[in-house]
């Protein structure tokens, strides 16, 4: 790749500042796997067609894009919620009345869910399966660069889903996918004749759209969850990976429970904006800031089963 002629650096104005710290955890937490952090300390990254710089400046947030990129900001804009909608239901959430969600989100403030494009975050969960985040950053670089279609200054998207269907299994093995290779091209043959997937999927409710994604190959539960929250906006959605599971379970007591479980717990006690709560606990958890466990045994909710959505 060339060198890149990058605008200035400009300020991004948010409803809420958001600190160094957490904005690594924003774009390098396992949200999205395409931001890497420069030698500077800045952020460059893509998501969906944008190409962008992004840096914590003494006065708030500031981005920069490669020069003639006219629509950056404004996808910026959104991708990090500029407006604020999620500010204000961060502020509904229980954290007053629960001193575990409240230390995790006084932990990293002005954390927010990236609204990503639902291709991009279905194709990075696939990817996701028993890896590391640093992992499925590589998986995910090396299937735009072998696959992609070019962006601004050398860049390249994620490839569509016709270019998966029919790449080569060399290619596909050479950006380190293993088994998530069958599961990839899998998907990519399903939804190749299905241009407006993700227009369908958005008009379903979230039990219908978790559904839906859980018949794609290599779409599980947690998958599913995760391109409801990451891909399609559904803060209501409340992924259960390992480190919810160890945080639930040394935080709230809830050991021994199983992920439908604890999923169901999420959603009814964090309310519609659950999956932000879950994110604040994630990273919390994996930034060992989580208090222990402080509710008594006779006054925690009960496992229950959870029904399986309807179709």
Not at 97 to 113: K, N, W, Y
Not at 240 to 260: C, E, F, I, N, R
Request: charged share 20%; with cysteine.
């Amino acid at each position: 790749m060339g060198a890149v002629a990058w605008t200035p650096w400009r300020p991004l104005r948010l409803a809420e500042d958001v600190p160094a710290a957490t904005l690594a955890e924003q774009l390098d937490g396992g949200q999205a796997f395409r931001w890497r952090r420069e030698s500077d300390g800045s952020w460059q990254g893509v998501f969906g067609d944008t190409v962008a710089g992004v840096r914590a400046g003494p006065a708030g947030l500031e981005w920069r894009a490669p020069a003639g990129l006219s629509h950056a900001e404004a996808a910026l804009a959104r991708y990090l919620d500029a407006g604020g909608a999620q500010a204000r239901l961060s502020a509904e959430l229980p954290w007053r009345s629960d001193p575990v969600l409240r230390a995790a989100r006084d932990a990293f403030p002005g954390l927010r869910i990236l609204r990503q494009d639902p291709h991009e975050a279905l194709i990075g969960f696939l990817c996701s399966s028993n890896k590391r985040i640093a992992q499925i950053r590589v998986m995910v670089a090396a299937l735009a660069e072998r696959l992609g279609a070019p962006l601004a200054g050398g860049f390249r998207a994620l490839p569509g889903w016709a270019a998966l269907a029919d790449a080569d299994e060399a290619v596909l093995r050479a950006c380190s996918l293993g088994y998530r290779a069958a599961f990839l091209r899998g998907t990519a043959s399903a939804l190749r004749a299905r241009p407006d997937w993700a227009r369908e999927f958005a008009g379903l409710t979230t039990p219908e759209l978790l559904e839906a994604l859980c018949r794609l190959p290599g779409v599980g539960p947690k998958v599913a969850a995760c391109v409801a929250l990451f891909g399609f906006g559904r803060l209501e959605s409340f992924p259960v990976d390992t480190w919810v599971v160890q945080a639930m379970g040394s935080a709230y007591g809830l050991h021994g429970w199983k992920p439908a479980q604890l999923e169901q717990f999420g959603r009814v006690h964090f309310g519609p904006a659950a999956g932000l709560a879950q994110q604040y606990l994630f990273s919390a958890a994996r930034a060992g800031v989580l208090p222990a466990a402080v509710t008594p045994a006779a006054t925690r909710p009960r496992p229950r089963s959870r029904r399986r959505p309807r179709a």
